[in-house]
């Protein structure tokens, strides 16, 4: 009970901080917006086939995940504000306040990706649950890698070039199945073919959650 309450406390502390000074935020939906701009401008009124069109849905969300997540320690190592959260709260409730907050910034831009698919590019789901499904899953296999890795490099001195080394790698497994999960969702309306990609999105989390949980100590006193 202490954990959670703790944890929701960091989470509305990072949301103020974001909602005060919304630098990031008006940065990451403008990046949002001309994301989905450029894309209808290049394929214009031709007929996009599902599985580009998945695949350019998913590498819309990692890219706008990849410039916003990253950051969500690197502020605490810039404000100096670190050394106060390390002697007042655990790594643990440290560790699930910053996954809740990037949940909660994630969910909102991606669904606005969403929104923004289905109204202007036409995205059309056969299998809306097992989409949801996916979509869910995908989001938050993305945060928790996310997460961990933000705290990885907030220890480094070259922080930005990082970011998208450490992540495509432990990302691939992930948005090979969001990809493949979403395009069949495009096609069918067949929810059992969906099992092995739920399966796997399934496993990711509870495997990167449980590892993130167990180094995340080492990495932050460290």
């Known amino acids: 009970m202490k954990l959670l309450k703790l944890s929701f406390l960091i ?16 940065s990451l939906l403008m990046f949002v917006l001309v994301i989905i701009l450029i894309i209808k ?10 599985e580009i069109l998945s695949g350019i849905f998913w590498i819309a ?20 504000t670190s050394i106060a959260l390390k002697v007042t709260v655990n790594h643990t409730e440290i560790f699930i306040g910053k996954l809740l907050f990037n949940f909660s910034l994630t969910l ?6 969403l929104f923004l698919f289905l109204l202007i590019i036409e995205f059309k789901i056969k299998t ?3 989409f949801l499904f996916i979509f869910t899953l995908g989001n938050l296999g993305l ?19 990082l970011y998208p080394a450490l992540s495509f790698p432990v990302l691939l497994p992930i948005l090979i199945s969001v990809i493949n999960g979403t395009n069949l969702t495009l096609n069918t309306n067949n929810f059992e073919e969906l ?24 990495i932050w006193e460290d």
Do not use: H, W
């Open 143 to 161: 945060i928790i890698s996310s997460t961990i890795i933000a705290a990885i490099i907030s220890k480094a001195n070259v922080k930005g070039a």
């Open 41 to 50: 401008f290049s394929f214009g009124n031709e007929n996009i086939s599902s």
């Open 195 to 218: 099992l092995p990609d739920i399966q796997i999105l399934i496993s990711y989390c509870i495997v990167v959650l449980t590892i993130s949980l167990m180094v995340f100590k080492f």
């Open 128 to 130: 809306l649950p097992g």
């Open 61 to 80: 969300i990692y890219f706008t995940a990849a410039s916003g997540l990253s950051r969500v320690f690197i502020k605490e190592e810039e404000r100096e």
């Open 108 to 113: 909102f831009l991606n669904t606005i990706i």
């Open 11 to 26: 989470l509305k502390k990072d949301l103020k901080s974001e909602i005060r000074d919304r630098y990031a935020l008006n």
